[in-house]
T-cell receptor, first 111, second 115 residues
């Protein structure tokens, strides 16, 4: 089993739709969780950190479920500009902070 | 967010030559930087962790003699692809961790094409 797994998609949705991605992780001792966004042929950019209490930033909501070892990202009112690959990142516990990336979920928002 | 500068952004070279890629943290000090490689339509793969003042830690399957990493200062790490071959053509990205935030920021990446 891979350390961090994501459904690669693509998720093809119309503008205005609500879409949700999940990401599962295998290491129960994982410490920190993030969602990054990567546009084609560009570097990943931090979208949001994920906390146990959940967090929201505008149209984006992230949740962490430690018991089931997954994190989720919900995008409401999708825009064309949301089209990108969304990467789940999990860091191991301990001082070394080694980040592990999921392979990413591709989102395509169409008119 | 913090700024990480990576240079060059694009390299085309002949097979057998060596290519050096620089990664700089512009507004913070980074004791640890990471080097990734990404092939088309694939995920980021961690190649090595660069530690300031000490040897880099390479991931399994990454040849340390082929991918030389130097982290001589708190703001600069370099990756040298030695004797590059066409199969080394890829997108190489560095990142640096901001300790206080526990977040890593990425350089813009270097697209390497070996002819």
């Amino acid at each position: 089993r891979k350390e961090v797994e994501q459904d690669p998609g693509p998720f093809n949705v119309p503008e205005g739709a609500t879409v949700a991605f999940n990401c599962t992780y295998s290491n129960s001792a994982s410490q920190s969780f993030f969602w990054y966004r990567q546009d084609c042929r560009k570097e990943p950019k931090l979208l949001m950190s994920v906390y146990s209490s959940g967090n929201e930033d505008g149209r984006f909501t992230a949740q962490l479920n430690r018991a089931s070892q997954y994190i989720s990202l919900l995008i409401r009112d999708s825009k064309l500009s949301d089209s990108a690959t969304y990467l789940c990142v999990v860091t191991k516990s301990g001082g070394s902070y080694i980040p592990t990336f999921g392979r990413g979920t591709s989102l395509i928002v169409h008119p | 967010g913090a700024v990480v500068s990576q240079h060059p952004s694009w390299v085309i070279c002949k097979s057998g030559t060596s290519v050096k890629i620089e990664c700089r943290s512009l507004d913070f000090q980074a004791t640890t930087m990471f080097w990734y490689r990404q092939f088309p339509k694939q995920s980021l793969m961690l190649m090595a962790t660069s530690n300031e003042g000490s040897k880099a830690t390479y991931e399994q399957g990454v040849e340390k003699d082929k991918f030389l990493i130097n982290h001589a200062s708190l703001t600069l790490s370099t990756l040298t692809v030695t004797s590059a071959h066409p199969e080394d053509s890829s997108f190489y990205i560095c990142s640096a961790r901001v300790l206080a935030e526990n977040i890593q920021y990425f350089g813009a990446g270097t697209r390497l094409s070996v002819l």
